[in-house]
């Protein structure tokens, strides 16, 4: 009797719980439908008034946004056809940064109306058909309603034209200062090809305390941390970066050590401060000022750091390593030793400031592949 019960044609291929569809009415329609309810997600949110999402991802990390771009990539969509919107979304964010809603909406209102005529009985490739010449029809039209275009990507004010639009999207009221912090931001660091500008070169620290009409913009970088030792303040200087901190290494077997008077107690370190002595004057003799590490500072070689007045930067992030390293046109040195000329790099000025009760590195530079927006605000929301 079994015999007779078990699947036959394409359903026997599929794991329990697959489903097959085939034909006009059941595949192509379920495929329109499972598009249009990912539209019906995000077109609430189209615009500076839509609404906000809350999405609980896989691993419980809760969302609160309007932006699409997070919410396709949060809600893990499934579908095959509800993932070329999604692929759409994607490929429009990487292009422009801005209108992923509108390419959902409109994908998911395309189908719709597809839908609409399928039902009619208007074959699938006569409504692909009609669409395909609509598109043409509309960028023959397009090229003439153009109101407005940047000529120079190097003016702040054509640029805080460009994104104001963007930004009100998503802060509306405070579009004017952001557009403007943003256009600076780009500016600084726009390479002479426009088309291979890195979206990564502009950073951006919040700091909470003030209104946002205080925030500005740093040609170079913004770290929230004080330096390590006494020297706060340095300017045209050069910069070396260490990947794996500063201090000597210690041996790989243990040993026991038995002090017997407090002469050996003041000789046993004293070939270690020697050591660092040595490493830390050479790297002042190459005229290097500023030293930013990787990793630790140890005491001793931040006592030798303070005595021939050598400012010190420890930065925990490799991928902010990385940028410093781009920002000051350096090379991360990964030995133990002076560095080379060539592994150097320069600062025009590198000084501790407090803001809001929170102390920032800020490090300045001279034609800066690197820019840095400082936001304030009173309130995270906002941040």
């Known amino acids: 009797m079994s015999m007779f019960q078990q699947q036959m044609?394409?359903?026997?291929?599929?794991?329990?719980?697959?489903k097959h569809f085939s034909g006009v009415d059941e595949a192509l329609l379920k495929n329109i439908e499972a598009c249009k309810n990912l539209a019906q997600i995000t077109k609430s949110s189209l615009g500076p008034y839509g609404m906000n999402k809350l999405i609980i991802n896989h691993l419980g990390k809760h969302f609160v946004t309007s932006d699409t771009n997070?919410?396709?990539n949060e809600l893990e969509v499934m579908h095959p056809a509800a993932k070329l919107i999604v692929m759409a979304a994607k490929a429009q964010e990487q292009e422009s940064g801005d209108g992923t809603n509108l390419c959902v909406s409109l994908g998911g209102e395309l189908l719709q109306r597809a839908e609409e005529l399928l039902k009619e009985g208007i074959h699938?490739?006569?409504?692909?058909?009609?669409?395909e010449l609509a598109r043409d029809k509309a960028l023959e039209y397009l090229g003439d309603q153009v109101c407005w275009s940047c000529e120079d990507l190097r003016s702040v004010e054509q640029l805080t034209k460009c994104v104001k639009t963007a930004i009100a999207s998503?802060?509306?009221?405070?579009e004017g200062p952001i557009a403007r912090l943003v256009a600076e931001a780009c500016a600084k660091v726009m390479p002479p090809k426009p088309s291979n500008f890195d979206v990564d070169s502009i950073r951006v620290t919040k700091v909470f305390g003030?209104?946002?009409n205080s925030s500005f913009v740093v040609e170079g970088m913004a770290i929230a941390r004080p330096t390590s030792g006494v020297i706060q303040s340095k300017e045209k200087v050069k910069v070396a970066v260490y990947a794996e901190g500063i201090d000597l290494g210690s041996t790989e077997t243990k040993g026991t050590v038995l002090l017997e008077?407090?002469?050996q107690l003041m000789n046993f370190t004293k070939g270690e401060e020697q050591k660092m002595d040595e490493f830390i004057k050479s790297i002042k003799d190459v005229g290097v000022e500023v030293v930013v590490s990787g990793g630790s500072i140890s005491d001793i070689a931040l006592h030798f750091l303070n005595k021939y007045k050598i400012m010190a930067l420890k930065i925990s992030s490799k991928f902010e390593l990385r940028r410093i390293c781009r920002t000051v046109g350096a090379t991360s040195i990964i030995r133990t030793?002076?560095?080379?000329?060539e592994e150097c790099g320069y600062l025009e000025s590198i000084k501790v400031e407090e803001i809001s009760s929170q102390k920032f590195s800020i490090l300045k530079t001279r034609d800066s592949k690197i820019a840095t927006i400082v936001l304030r605000s009173a309130s995270t929301n906002v941040l």
């Open 337 to 341: 030793g002076p560095p080379l000329p």
């Open 70 to 72: 997070t919410m396709v």
């Open 261 to 263: 008077n407090a002469e």
């Open 124 to 131: 699938a490739n006569d409504v692909y058909k009609g669409y």
């Open 170 to 174: 998503k802060q509306l009221g405070f």
């Open 9 to 18: 044609g394409v359903q026997s291929l599929l794991k329990d719980g697959g």
């Open 210 to 212: 003030g209104n946002l």
